[in-house]
């Protein structure tokens, strides 16, 4: 089963505009963390901002940010002030640490969000 | 401050031979992660090392591929008799460890773009 998911495979704005881009996710464990990556024409993945489960604190890099709803294991991630450059697909990652203590490491990607912003 | 290097950034390879890809890990990172990504399955995950030991080889097809990490600047991951569904975006990413606080953060290489014809 997919752990996480990402609905929307396509999404477009206007310059300018604000977006968010949603995803839910399945786990088990208590302590998890949650990743966005932005993937590049040129093939690089980017960090953008990181979301640990036990933190309440309302995460924020510049012009992304993150609305975390634990309980209904959702995670969207907010682009305001929209430019062009931010056209790109955008990957959301579940990142979990077992209950035994022995991280696995592995990253768990969604599908993915095709963003097109229009200048 | 150099990220992940990978090399080559583009590879063709006939069906049958031999591939073999390069990651070099951002200086100071003791783990290093090696997915694979294609239109049909996403991105999956391959194999990870942490102070150049296997840690985790699960995502790894079980024939035909191969990772070893020599030393704490480099992995290699080598497919062996290449098959045309063996063409993907091979991506390397490094992290400090895989503890929390931050230090787990993955960050990822350009990825090499492997055909196999």
Same mark, same amino acid.
């Given at each position: 089963?997919?752990?996480?998911?990402?609905?929307?495979?396509?999404?477009?704005?206007?310059?300018?505009?604000?977006?968010?881009?949603?995803?839910?996710?399945?786990?088990?464990?208590?302590?998890?963390?949650?990743?966005?990556?932005?993937?590049?024409?040129?093939?690089?993945?980017?960090?953008?901002?990181?979301?640990?489960?036990?933190?309440?604190?309302?995460?924020?890099?510049?012009?992304?940010?993150?609305?975390?709803?634990?309980?209904?294991?959702?995670?969207?991630?907010?682009?305001?002030?929209?430019?062009?450059?931010?056209?790109?697909?955008?990957?959301?990652?579940?990142?979990?640490?077992?209950?035994?203590?022995?991280?696995?490491?592995?990253?768990?990607?969604?599908?993915?969000?095709?963003?097109?912003?229009?200048? | 401050?150099?990220?992940?290097?990978?090399?080559?950034?583009?590879?063709?390879?006939?069906?049958?031979?031999?591939?073999?890809?390069?990651?070099?890990?951002?200086?100071?990172? %003791? /783990? =290093?992660?090696?997915?694979?990504?294609?239109?049909?399955? #996403? +991105?999956?995950?391959?194999?990870?090392?942490?102070?150049?030991?296997?840690?985790?080889?699960?995502?790894?097809?079980?024939?035909?591929?191969?990772?070893?990490?020599?030393?704490?600047?480099?992995?290699?991951?080598?497919?062996?008799?290449?098959?045309?569904?063996? %063409? /993907? =975006?091979?991506?390397?990413?490094?992290?400090?460890?895989? #503890? +929390?606080?931050?230090?787990?953060?993955?960050?990822?290489?350009?990825?090499?773009?492997?055909?196999?014809?």
């Amino acid at each position: 089963a997919q752990k996480v998911i990402q609905v929307w495979s396509t999404a477009s704005r206007q310059e300018g505009e604000e977006l968010t881009l949603d995803c839910s996710y399945e786990t088990s464990q208590v302590l998890y963390h949650l990743f966005w990556y932005k993937h590049l024409l040129s093939g690089e993945m980017v960090f953008l901002i990181r979301q640990m489960s036990s933190s309440t604190a309302k995460e924020r890099s510049g012009r992304y940010s993150v609305v975390f709803q634990k309980s209904l294991k959702s995670i969207s991630l907010v682009i305001s002030a929209l430019q062009p450059d931010d056209s790109g697909k955008y990957f959301c990652a579940l990142w979990e640490l077992e209950v035994r203590g022995s991280a696995l490491g592995r990253l768990h990607f969604g599908a993915g969000t095709q963003l097109i912003v229009i200048p | 401050n150099a990220g992940v290097i990978q090399t080559p950034r583009h590879k063709v390879t006939g069906k049958g031979q031999e591939a073999t890809l390069w990651c070099e890990p951002i200086s100071g990172h %003791s /783990a =290093v992660f090696w997915y694979r990504q294609t239109i049909v399955q #996403g +991105l999956e995950f391959l194999t990870y090392f942490r102070n150049q030991a296997p840690i985790d080889d699960s995502g790894m097809p079980k024939e035909r591929f191969s990772a070893q990490m020599p030393n704490q600047s480099h992995s290699t991951l080598k497919i062996q008799s290449t098959q045309p569904q063996d %063409s /993907a =975006v091979y991506l390397c990413a490094s992290s400090l460890d895989r #503890g +929390l606080g931050g230090r787990d953060t993955q960050y990822f290489g350009p990825g090499t773009r492997l055909l196999v014809l």
